[in-house]
């Protein structure tokens, strides 16, 4: 069946260093792909999201690429913060699945 | 404040009981859904409406819950007999569209806790 995996957590970087969290997913369409963000003590909001292969959703400095050749919807970020901590979820709006989530703690 | 909400925040209640939810989306939305949350899972989706109808029911949901959106605008969420397997985060989302590659916007949720 469909479904969403994502790197698990928790995972933790210094301030100021690179991001990835991987996310792969399977489909049999043709979904939108979407990353959403849960800060502590909030509810999901959305993050970005592509909606067509090669498009790139980007917000916040984050960014992700739909890769339909490898079913791939990375989350990038070239210099992370401390007010980044938070728990991020991968997503596609097939059968409206969701990853388990990974959680990013920054230190400052 | 326009956006999701969701009423009671917080809920404990022994086994057996029954537990109603409620949703209020943003107001020009005409897709709900409804999601349940456990630790350390991301939302699974349960059911979601067009407007007044049902359009969809995960497998999830069991004979025991039951959702309703009667005018087209706040949904309720009802379980019967909890069971503690229940325990859990219930989100309601809406959306403004035709299918489920638009945006969905999350309310706070409310945390159910069965005895």
């Known amino acids: 069946g469909n479904s969403v995996t994502q790197m698990e957590g928790p995972v933790t970087l210094s301030e100021e260093a690179f991001l990835t969290i991987n996310c792969t997913y399977t489909a049999t369409g043709y979904p939108s792909l979407f990353w959403y963000v849960q800060y502590p003590g909030e509810g999901l909001q959305l993050l970005l999201k592509?909606?067509?292969?090669?498009d790139k959703g980007s917000n916040k400095g984050f960014e992700a690429t739909y890769r339909k050749e490898t079913t791939s919807f990375h989350l990038e970020k070239g210099s992370v913060q401390v007010s980044d901590s938070a728990v991020y979820f991968c997503?596609?709006?097939?059968?409206?699945?969701f990853g388990k989530g990974t959680r990013l703690h920054i230190l400052p | 404040d326009t956006g999701v909400s969701q009423n009671p925040r917080h809920k404990i209640t022994k086994r057996g009981q029954n537990v109603t939810f409620r949703c209020d989306p943003i107001?020009?939305?005409?897709?709900l859904y409804w999601y349940r949350q456990t630790l350390g899972q991301g939302p699974e989706f349960l059911t979601y409406?067009?407007?007044?109808?049902?359009?969809?029911k995960s497998r999830l949901l069991s004979d025991r819950f039951s959702a309703e959106r009667p005018k087209g605008s706040f949904s309720t969420l009802e379980i019967q007999r909890t069971e503690q397997g229940d325990s859990a985060m219930y989100l309601c989302?809406?959306?403004?569209?035709?299918?489920?590659?638009?945006?969905?916007?999350f309310g706070p949720g409310t945390r159910l806790l069965v005895l």
């Open positions: 592509a909606t067509k292969a090669d």
């Open positions: 107001s020009e939305h005409n897709r």
């Open positions: 997503a596609t709006s097939d059968k409206i699945i």
């Open positions: 989302a809406s959306s403004l569209g035709s299918d489920s590659k638009e945006t969905q916007y």
């Open positions: 409406f067009q407007n007044e109808a049902q359009l969809e």
